[in-house]
């Protein structure tokens, strides 16, 4: 009989190895440990990144603080890879196909209350990641770095979404689910993967002594004269109480200026009024600036030229007439007929497509059009201002960079500046420029000066009307447009509009110059990658800055 039963045994053994072969579609990393052994299925909770190789189980967080300071990371111990679950799901698939239409899907309860459920866009982690690993060990939250990484994404979304009126001053209790899941007509999410709860003490409302803050010392800048105008010092102190506990996070400079001259600058997180800052795509509007100044004087024509005046399209990929009616507008306007859209990760246009080529006007001016943007519809389009910037290097006298410093930075009093660069050594329009954010804030008071600085004419005024005219409305939004590759919103402050046209770049990045009020904002922060970044400048700009400086 004992005989018998283990004959059996092994026979089921056997074939459920063979199953699991056959079941996969590829080969995984396996179990990487015995903690990980222990404890499939299973997701635990620490307070910093520890490498697999040195965790513990004693690392495990039971009962956590969270302040907006604290970091959170988590750890998923799987039995399999995601693309091997995602198989289960659709057996009739290939793995490339899987990992461009699923991935995980995490879902977050507080109290026992689902609050948010969202499904990781496909393609983050790389698919060869998503292949092999069975284990994640990845930030929710992570305040050091400037990245912004897919599972940070997945915790900004749920705050967003429910989570941060879920998670009141007080105990509760987190919990956080794993499954795979498949778009096809519908969503389909597959088996539980992963699990795991972590018991939470909340404390994200600090207590904000204004009598122990104080304000940054305004002192004159080249340009800048001090303002004695009257503001809210109180209401500025607090947002710099909400900024050194965390509430407001990575930002790292605040600039008002008021009638033309400096009533507020702030520094925080180390940079200060000599530290050159990236604004990412801040620097597109550069490109505008330019392209005004050449039209002046006669370098270019007008926005309207074609394409076809600059580029033998029929020596690129997938031509068509539409390419060759392309104007220098449809680039200011972000409403070119390529298909690129950096919104859309399976765009081919998408600049992360473009940043590991080797020459990206070629990337550009190769790419297919899509016919659903012929009616000039707005969408963010990075490339083309890379070719906007090609198309000036080419022809202004001296090459972009010559030709912008004598025409814009040297007579602003801009020295110290740092552009990025293209493979072909072409200033990078597409963003990166850095400066100093009183040089940023020079850049807007420009603008808001109709174009005129120490009684110079430096962008012809009419160019600035132009750039500051609601060409396209931006698709998804209410009451927001674009002008000449800069944006334009409407900031509510107790029911009293405020309308602002303003450059933004990723982080939080803004300079933001307003219709009816004497007033150029500057913000510059470092949030890159991450959801929150710019929500919570809109709400420093709504719940402080305005309303301490405007009475």
Known sequence: MNHFILISWLTIISSSHIYAQTENIV?????????????????????????????????????????????????????NSITNYLHRIAPALP?????????????????????????????????????SATVINKPLINNDNGYGLWSESSWNRFMHYGGDSALTEGSHTLKMEIRPYLKMDEVKPGELIAAGELN??????????????????VKAYNGFEVANDDFDKNRIKELKGNIAEGVFKKINSIIVIKNGKLLIEEYFNGETRNT???????GKSFASTITGIAIHEKYLQSEDQKLAEFYN???????????????????????????????????????????PTGDWVKFTLDLPIKKDTINKGWHYFTAGVV????????RVPGGLEKYANEKLFKPLGIT????????????????GIQMNALDFAKYGQLYKN???????????????????????????????????????????????????FYCAGNGGNHIVIFKDQPLVIVVTASAYGQSYAHPQVNRIITEYILPAVVR
């Open 416 to 431: 110290n500046y740092k552009w990025q660069y293209t493979p072909q050594k072409v200033p990078n329009t597409a963003g």
């Open 313 to 355: 399209l029929h020596s690129y990929k997938n031509y068509s007439l539409q390419k060759e009616n392309e104007t220098l507008e449809d680039l200011l306007t972000m409403s070119a007929v390529f298909d690129g859209n950096d919104a859309d990760g399976k765009s081919p246009g998408n600049e992360e497509n473009m940043y």
């Open 276 to 282: 050159l800052h990236n604004p990412r795509s801040v």
């Open 95 to 131: 793995a490339d196909s899987l990992v461009k239409i699923g991935n995980y899907q995490f879902a977050f309860f507080v109290d026992g209350k689902l609050i948010y459920t969202t499904n990781l866009y496909p393609g983050a982690p790389y698919a060869k990641i998503q292949d």
């Open 200 to 217: 939470l003490v909340v404390e994200r409302k600090p207590v904000i002594d204004i009598s122990k803050i104080r304000l940054g010392r």
């Open 387 to 394: 070719l906007l910037g090609d198309i000036l290097n080419k």
């Open 27 to 79: 080969r995984t990393e396996g179990i990487t440990s015995g903690l990980h052994r222990d404890n499939i299925g299973k997701i635990f909770f620490t307070s910093k990144h520890i490498p697999l190789s040195h965790l513990k189980k004693g690392d495990f967080a039971n009962t956590y603080k969270l302040t907006n300071k604290s970091d959170l990371y988590f750890v998923a111990f799987m039995g």
């Open 450 to 500: 109709e174009g005129k600085w120490n009684g110079e004419q430096l962008i012809p005024k009419e160019w600035v009307n132009k750039t500051f005219t609601k060409h396209r409305h931006i698709s998804g939004r209410n009451n927001e447009y674009y002008g000449y590759l800069f944006w334009n919103k409407t900031f509510l402050v107790k029911n009293k509009t405020f309308e602002a």
